[in-house]
């Protein structure tokens, strides 16, 4: 007769693993967040002092802390959606042709979400320079002027998110891709029968069938765009003016640049709570959606 205890003992390593590695940190900077830790403390723990809610306090009269999440909250509106739609009208057209093609494809859109951020940062640097860049050149061909790719704030923001989006399609397309795929034949042989034309089969079969992956896709995505962070501080460091901050990128700031660690811990969880607080949301406004 097997031991009870046999099924603890496959998953005990990866269990001790998970908690050594990530609830006890989680924890450890969760109390390091009531503290005034920085360098100096870390070097003399004496030298650190109990500040009960003073950082979160302070956070929320912070400028550079409120405009990085204005920042984020830009990101999610426009970055969400477009990188959504994108990624599922890339899926759907893939799905229409043909096998051979639709690898190949499948191959080029998925690419850029395994390529490291650094290359891809010189390849956009050079696309989005405002002097020599290659988007201002072919605007130039059209008697467009110059455009300040990252130069200017409100611009500076909606290039990254099209970098965001180019290299984040591949993952959602895959999924969009096999749900697509997951749909069975007879459903469109009935509608076909119906005289059902393909704009009526889309919205009527196609996007209902999808409603799982969709909101998948949707929920993992919002998540991203709240820790946004490669983009901004691999191509503006946050700049220009602060125009690109994002709380991720915030909390990196403070905790590394700056050696602010009990500031920048009290960042990360007010950053934890927004996913968590969004996250809910979505799975709220999802089983309202079940219920109709």
Do not use: C
Not at 63 to 70: C, M, Q
């Amino acid at each position: 007769m097997k031991s009870k205890w046999t099924p603890f003992l496959f998953i005990g390593p990866a269990v001790l693993l998970l908690i050594i590695f990530s609830f006890v940190p989680i924890l450890i900077a969760f109390g390091i967040s009531f503290t005034d830790t920085n360098l100096i403390g870390l070097a003399n723990w004496s030298k650190i002092n109990v500040i009960a809610f003073d950082n979160y306090a302070d956070l929320f009269s912070d400028k550079k802390f409120l405009e990085s999440i204005g920042n984020t909250i830009f990101y999610v509106i426009i970055g969400v959606p477009l990188a959504v739609g994108s990624s599922f009208m890339i899926a759907f057209f893939l799905n229409l042709i043909g096998s051979w093609l639709a690898s190949t494809f499948r191959v080029i859109y998925y690419v850029p979400s395994v390529t490291n951020i650094v290359a891809i940062a010189v390849v956009w640097g050079f696309l989005y320079n405002q002097e020599y860049g290659l988007f201002n050149y072919l605007l130039s061909l059209v008697d467009i002027d110059k455009v300040p790719w990252l130069e200017d704030p409100l611009v500076a923001k909606l290039s990254l998110i099209l970098l965001a989006v180019w290299k984040s399609n591949g993952v959602s397309m895959l999924i969009f891709l096999a749900a697509l795929q997951a749909i069975p034949r007879v459903y469109y042989e009935a509608a076909d029968i119906d005289g059902a034309n393909r704009w009526q089969k889309l919205i009527k079969i196609t996007i209902p069938s999808m409603s799982f992956a969709t909101f998948f896709v949707t929920v993992t995505t919002l998540i991203g765009w709240l820790q946004f962070f490669e983009e901004p501080f691999v191509m503006t460091d946050g700049g220009p003016l602060n125009g690109t901050n994002s709380i991720a990128l915030f909390i990196y700031q403070e905790g590394f640049q700056y050696n602010e660690f009990g500031y920048g811990a009290a960042a990360s969880f007010i950053l934890f709570a927004i996913i968590i607080v969004a996250t809910l949301v979505q799975f709220k406004f999802r089983k309202s959606d079940q219920t109709l």
